[in-house]
């Protein structure tokens, strides 16, 4: 499968499947139950989670309000964790 990807997009992606599911998690639901409350489909949801699909600022926001979050908190959050794997990440030269 092509990978469709690139530049800043891999990073996001993999950051924000990361802390959804960590939120979600925390909060004791399942990726049903989300799905119910944030109006996504539980198969986006879990290629979310798995970083396959990046999703929209809309959609992001509005998982993030399901699940409690202001926009800005997610956001904020999944910058920062893309700030860290971006460190941690060898230069390309």
Known sequence: M???Q???????ARA????????REERG?????LAELSG???SFLSRLERGINAP??????EIGLALGLSPSAVFSEVGA???REL?????ER
């Open 2 to 4: 092509m990978d469709k």
């Open 6 to 12: 690139s530049g800043i997009q891999r990073p996001i």
């Open 16 to 23: 924000f499947g990361r802390l959804l599911k960590a939120w």
């Open 29 to 33: 639901l399942s990726q049903e139950r």
């Open 40 to 42: 996504c489909d539980r």
């Open 56 to 61: 929209t600022l809309t959609v992001a926001a």
């Open 81 to 83: 964790e893309v700030e």
């Open 87 to 91: 460190a941690a990440e060898p230069a």
